[in-house]
């Protein structure tokens, strides 16, 4: 069983910035794929990034240039840091792990931006 921590989210103005962080734990032996979604309200989750074990990383349109996704093996924790929010960002945030062919979601954690 794998268990993740989701940290990091809040309320920030329009153009503020956020690091999420999602660390994990349990019987984790071999993390593959780390990632961060989102929904918002009355929407489908969609992938935000996504970065492999060898630090390969991946972004949705909406998130190159602004976001930057990291990990730190030695700790199994994923990081989204945040830059020029914008309201349009505002959902809950889930982290996404995948461990061998099973994948675990986090609890999720609200980002509010405000205009």
């Known amino acids: 069983q794998v268990q993740l921590v989701e940290s990091g989210g809040g309320l920030v103005q329009a153009g503020g910035s956020l690091t999420l962080s999602c660390a994990a734990s349990?019987?984790?032996?071999?993390?593959?794929?780390m990632g961060w979604y989102r929904q918002a309200p009355g929407k489908e989750r969609e992938l935000v990034a996504s970065?492999?074990?060898?630090?390969?990383?991946n972004y949705a349109d909406s998130a190159k240039g602004r976001f930057t996704i990291s990990r730190d093996n030695a700790k199994n924790t994923v990081y989204l840091r945040m830059n020029s929010l914008k309201p349009e960002d505002t959902a809950v945030y889930y982290c996404q792990v995948v461990v061998y062919i099973t994948t675990y979601w986090g609890q999720g954690t609200q980002v509010t931006v405000s205009s």
């Open positions: 970065i492999s074990r060898r630090g390969i990383t």
């Open positions: 349990g019987s984790i032996f071999n993390i593959g794929a």
